[in-house]
């Protein structure tokens, strides 16, 4: 009889910042048992897709393997680790396990979503254990920038793993849990295969500072304050949104929730406890009734979203809350990277208002819910593990978080890609296989693989447009109509010379006069012929070739 | 008589970074004659423009005013100061007045552009004073990331203007001059009426480092490298190219130049006397013979440019330089805003070869041109304007540089827009008109305005693609052939449902139908009826309306 083995695949996260999706196998090779861990999106504002709202992981792999997933674990709340899962759902119709504040909060979005179908979530207390088949798992408490993330200690007949999901350390958290070292050690005594971890901010030396700091610093911005506060950060910062509230009722002000998102947040989090104590907020509508000394608005859109609550207080376009000469916003936040510049737009209408912006550059305002180098040596220390493997970053990031996993004597570091099938034990952890992986794009309401050419062609429309043309032939291939032509994204021309419209028309006549008379009776033919000279009639004057439709109809 | 004025307006640069365009006036507000100073653009990628390469001012004030113009002076070569020239100049045609390198990088440029038109240049040397009419321009030197950057001087019968361009403090740059303090200090003493300044900085407290400290990073990181080394930055940064070449001289390598950009800036610096004592450089094609540890590729690409030289080399389609494990890639550089994914992808590309990727992130291995705080502050003193104007920032630098000014005494501080006519004397500063400007895009060979809906269109084709209907009808409204349809970028649908242009299809078939017969033979109600109902269906399934081109024949 074959061997049991353990395999660990990532169907996303590993080599991106997003799209968090792993599977862990258990099986004899011809047949495996699956463990999902998370069901993420990205962002594909940070990719520039036309017309893309989100990216998800192909899941093809795990349509074919449905009947043999036992459950989907997700870690915590973010949208890039549980944000695919009321589209990706539906095709798998898999248990799923998350703890209570996860729960609701998934449960809270899914509610708001227009026709998305009801997904049972089984509810697991913190540091809860539950068995799935040949996985045993247990909930470790792990501080990050939400409430109730876990790192998964995953034991197995073959050995242990410890996935990390997003952490890091915070001895001083404003809510929730501390990382829990003290379990992370326990395990490590009794021997860890493989850690598979976080890479995010392998990058950055040190050692994050505290929740608690933050705090002080936007009590102080907050009391300094002359006129009116406006603060934004993650919607699902809790921990944040704690801080903002303290350092407003300190400064005799009333906290006003502006932005849908932020709401479904509070409510959740009071429905949880986790702002049990903190004064009652107020609705944006209330925020025109206080005066500018008595007032903090907790705002949406700290990456800049244009529909976010203070992209529009930045327009001038908010219907409740207007900023002004005196008054101070305080981005609680960082840019995610390829959102700068939309931040940066944001910042810079609210200062062309007169307002003073603070941000992270210059005081204590954010730190990442990420570790840095110091953070993850402690961790190394604390799981020793035999195997480490680099997930959830970039190529730069893994290859860095690889490195000091190196130095600091793991045996054996992995990096590997989405869709790489390691087999963890036994003998040493290696790349066995490739499975079929991949990324799925939101288009409205579809989804559509990143492979087909719908994005493509509209990459192609935004570049330089699109011609359509409309001939009608005889059946003796006469011209019976005058041509019809339209153009979209084409630019006119110069003043003095011919519009644009008149090049097109006058290519199509001479491409088709300039077709032999037999080959005029061919739609075909003469749809190819028009087509050619209307792009390079428009090519010599833009250097540039829209897309053309031709028509010819015959009647 | 009316009294002579000066007026200032910026056409450019001044709530944006890029495109800086300056103007000043003298005459008695009925007819003025005009110094232009700078030409430049800005870089579309920055603002999600599809399609569109380069963002330049919209100068048709200007060109109204076209017999008044007595020059433009360019203060130095960066594209955001002269690249709006050679598309512009021809519709001016105005004395042009720049430094030897300048002009001839100019010129360089000029004739690397297929058909751009002869553009003549007058050299004037550095520290140069010259007069024209009502304007005596003196030339000074100052320290920037291009050689031969000049504020200027510009002495009128009504008031002296210093219009510092983009400068910094460097006292040890490797090439080209240091900021002439003495000479702005000398100014000062005579009496400024106004001072127009760089902003881009005035959010960084201190001072820059000087060009030395990096070069002596750039030596021994060089020197330190275990195998081949490419080093990228701002091609026309001749300080950082003559760092490079020390560094490849002092750990005996050879410099071999990838990029156009690059040996095209190369090729100027020699003739002009910047490379001066610098050893020869190679090409390209003769990378691959040289062994490992004695090349160093000089590169193009630090901004994550798609077709320059790094971005290839991280993609390995270079068909010249490849680089993997154990070679060492410096961006010497730093993103632009905008930039970052793009920067983000060449690196992930790199260190997923294998290779090491140093930036200015861990190392002095860049220094920004422009002046931070304490460097504001020393120009202020040196030139003690009785008026300060913040340019050449977004709002938020504008802003800050305007606080610092005021703090250190400036009696009047101006916030100005772009388009706004400032008259500096006599009298107090103040607003006293608008004059148009604006936005052109320049858009394969043509220049179309900002406002024109091509680029807004082609936004929309991005997001939802097109759809082309053609329909031919009787001159009684019976329809005489079969519609004919298709799409482009509008996604097919789940495979269970019909495809898109099914439901296109059965769109256009009904409601045709559905229309009363007499409107049948209404081209346009035809046209109307079909054009509502294809983008009704499509969004019913897709929850996006796609463009529609309907196009009716009447046969």
Sequence with gaps: MAQTELVFAALGGIGEIGMNLSIYGVGDGRRRQWLMVDCGVS?????????????MPDIRYLIEER??????????????HMGAL???????????????????????????????????????????????????IELISVAHSIPESNALAIRTPVGTVVHTGDWKIDPTPLVGSVTDAARLSALGEQGVLALIGDSTNAIRDGRSPSEADVAKT???LVRSAPARVAVTTFASHVDRIRAVADAARAADREVVVVGRAMERVVQVARETGYLDGVQDFRSAESYGYLPPDKVLALCTGSQGEPRAALSRIAEDEHPDVTLGRGDRVIFSSRAIPGNEKAVDRVING????????ITDRTHLVHVSGHPRRGELLDMIGWVRPKVLIPAHGEPLHLSEHAELARRAGVPQVLLCRNGDLVRLAPGKAEIIDEIPAGRLYKDGTLLVNAEARTVAARRRLSFAGVVSVALALSDRGVLVADPEIELTGVPETDVASA????????SVEEAFQSLPKPRRRDPDSVAEAVQRAVRSAIAERWNKKPICHVHVLVV
């Design 43 to 55: 962002f594909a504002a940070e990719e520039h897709l036309p017309g893309i709202d989100l990216i």
């Design 67 to 80: 009947k043999n997933i036992l459950g989907l674990v997700l870690t915590h709340g973010h949208e890039d």
């Design 86 to 136: 009321i589209d990706l759902w539906p095709r798998l119709n898999v248990p799923i396990y998350a703890t209570p504040f996860t729960a609701a909060l998934f449960e809270a979005k899914r509610a708001a979503e227009p026709g998305a179908p009801r997904i049972p979530v089984n509810v697991v207390p913190l540091r809860g254990k539950f068995g799935l088949g040949p996985f045993a």
């Design 218 to 220: 936007l009590a102080e």
């Design 350 to 357: 609210l200062v062309a208002q007169g307002v003073e912006v």
């Design 499 to 506: 519009a644009m419209i008149e090049i097109a028309r006058q």
